[in-house]
């Protein structure tokens, strides 16, 4: 039978796919039923490729889903979840009996109805936002794309693709200042593919755990996936799978390990992802805005054109420039119309399983970080 205790730290589980500590608790009651624990690599209606623990090394399997699939679209099993995976049909494929909590998550914003609320990734924890430096920075989509990862719960990581295109390094670097002065508390990266810059530093920060890359079209997504997948990410997607011992069958994933540790989710729908009821991503986007409120004379102060607004004597003094406050506004609008168009009882549901799964996520991460000395 299978034994949690096998999947050690060195286990192409752990090391490869971001099985860790927090995980192994929170599977533990489903290990004692017999389950194996799976990484979702893919999914397609109804069936997901799932990566399980095989001897030493690792084996996908095809699993049915329908035992978890719900009315509830949040709770449909995705890509980077953990499962609790049953092998009745030998070790050819089985059943997703369950998912983990998951520590953080994508939602698709969409003004289709049907796919409202679905969850495009989950357990991811660095959101990788390519920006080009080949075109001119538009601060506000870099604004954009890090509420979207604040409120997903991962960390967001700024990345200067084309660096090799900025020829003057003074330049490079007040291009990079300006990002920082739009993001507090998000690292920003220079990088670039053609040279190679920036990407073992890059490499480093994401062999801790799982990493997903946003931005627009022609930011350099799929060449930076290339450079840090080592391979062309087409052919690494239909793989021939000779993890496991023996078993060599043809499948796709959207999940895929690095060189150097950790694991890319590059799955198609996720890259240019929408805002869905992003309020607490704004609200640490724009943490400055945010503290500067917090000293306007009045405590619902739109600030507009009240007295005593500390935003607006910001902007006046040159603290805090036009541009960002013009952003923080444009987005909450956009946030709100969102949230008017969503079901509210479907909102007011995820919000409570997401915030309660958050927490434990961040619990159990603590005290991974307490306990292995895991170093950031
Ligand atoms: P995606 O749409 O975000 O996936 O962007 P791509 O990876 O397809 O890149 C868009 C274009 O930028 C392509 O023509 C790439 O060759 C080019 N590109 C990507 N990375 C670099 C780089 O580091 N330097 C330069 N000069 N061009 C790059
Ligand atoms: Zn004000």
């Known amino acids: 039978m299978f034994n949690l205790e096998q999947l050690s730290a060195a286990h192409p589980l752990a090391s490869s796919y971001g099985w860790d500590a927090g995980y192994a608790e929170s599977f533990a009651p489903f290990a004692e039923q017999g389950f194996l624990p799976g990484r979702i690599v893919r999914v397609d209606r109804g069936r997901v ?44 494929g089985g059943v997703v009996r369950a998912t983990l909590p998951r520590r953080t998550a994508f939602v698709r914003s969409t003004s289709s109805k049907r796919s409202e609320g679905q969850i495009l990734a989950a357990n991811v924890d660095h959101a990788v936002i390519a920006v080009s430096l080949a075109v001119e920075l538009d601060l506000g989509r870099v604004e954009r794309f890090v509420t979207l990862s604040w409120e997903s719960g991962a960390q967001p990581l700024i990345v200067l693709t084309k660096a090799d295109l900025v020829g003057d390094p003074v330049t490079l670097s007040h291009l990079v200042e300006d990002t920082q002065s739009t993001a507090p508390g998000v690292q920003v990266l220079a990088v670039s593919a053609a040279t190679g810059e920036g990407l073992e530093v890059l490499a480093a920060v994401l062999a801790g755990g ?48 690095l060189p150097g540790g950790g694991v890319l989710i590059d799955t198609p729908g996720l890259r240019g992802v929408g805002m869905w009821d992003a309020e607490s991503g704004l609200t640490r986007t724009f943490s400055d805005i945010e503290e500067l409120a917090a000293e306007c004379r009045f405590h619902d102060c739109a600030h507009e054109a009240e007295p005593g607004c500390a935003v607006l004597e910001a902007v006046e003094h040159g603290v805090l420039a036009q541009r960002r406050l013009d952003s923080y506004r444009k987005l909450l609008r956009e946030n709100q119309r969102i949230v008017a168009k969503t079901d509210a009882r479907l909102r007011a549901e ?26 950031r």
């Open 49 to 92: 490729d799932a990566v399980v623990p095989d001897g030493d090394g690792v084996t996908t399997v095809l699993a049915d889903t329908a035992l978890v699939a719900t009315s509830d679209p949040t709770r449909v099993p995705c890509t980077g979840d953990w499962a609790a995976v049953d092998l009745v049909n030998g070790p050819g």
């Open 210 to 257: 799982t990493a997903v890359l946003l931005g627009q079209s022609g930011a350099g997504k799929s060449t930076l996936a290339n450079a840090l997948v080592g391979t062309d990410v087409q052919d690494v997607r239909a793989t021939r799978d000779q993890d496991g011992k023996g078993r060599h069958t043809t499948t796709t994933r959207d999940l895929l390990p």
């Open 350 to 375: 995820m919000r409570r399983t997401w915030k309660q799964q958050q927490m434990l996520g961040r619990h159990m991460m603590e005290r991974k970080r307490g306990g292995g000395g895991q170093r």
